[in-house]
């Protein structure tokens, strides 16, 4: 079971009695106090977050701007954590202090949960619960920087040969053909030109012709 909070209309407090087992090693361990911590990870809880931000300069300048500010999109909740209302969808962000970055970074994305999401999942995943200013930046250079990812983001390197070249040596040799139109019509009916263009000696040798259809451009060819 998860405590995480969701849309269904039935929103009851789960009983501490039922054992939550899905957030044990989230970065959102506030959520599911009844869990012991793991020996492994250490969940951000919400007296690591309180505490960091308390600690955090960053943070205390926050505090100062809300207090001179009303209209300030930062605000405080009653447990004393700084949040934040996302410009776009409204959601409530908690301000990651600098200390907690990694820790955070390291939950959504190394952990065996959290399978290794891509860069933009991972931003996505962040972004619906947390805030910081350089957020993108940090979460691209965690993916950089990760041993299980780097196999997967190389690109695979195409194999190609240098183009090879086919020079006209002799008049007539090669030749190139092209058509242009449809043009304004002739007394006898023609739309079309068939330029044929003498690759050696750049002879060039337009040809009327009355339609383009897979008929007339190689009769117009051999007969002209």
Known sequence: MSR????????????????????????????????????????????????????????????????????????????????????????????????LHQDLLRLEHDVERASHPGAN??????????????????????????????PNSIAPIRRTEMLKLFPATDPVASLSMDLLGPLTGTKTGNFFLLIIVDRFSQLVRAVPLAGITATNVPSAFCRD
């Open 121 to 150: 999942r991972l931003c996505a995943s962040i972004r619906r619960h947390y805030y910081w200013e350089s957020m993108a930046a940090e979460v691209y250079d965690w993916m950089a920087s990760c041993a299980s990812c780097a």
């Open 4 to 99: 995480l909070p969701t849309l269904a209309t039935d929103r009851s407090v789960i009983s501490e009695e039922i054992p939550c087992l899905a957030l044990a090693d989230s970065s959102r361990g506030w959520v599911a106090p009844n869990c012991a911590e793991l020996d492994n990870e250490q969940p951000v809880t919400l007296a690591r977050m309180l505490a960091a931000q308390k600690d955090d300069q960053r943070c205390q300048d926050l505090r100062e701007k809300m207090d001179q500010n009303e209209h300030s999109r930062f605000s405080e909740t009653k447990e004393g954590r700084i949040v934040r209302v996302a410009p776009l969808d409204r959601a409530i962000q908690v301000y990651v202090p600098f200390i």
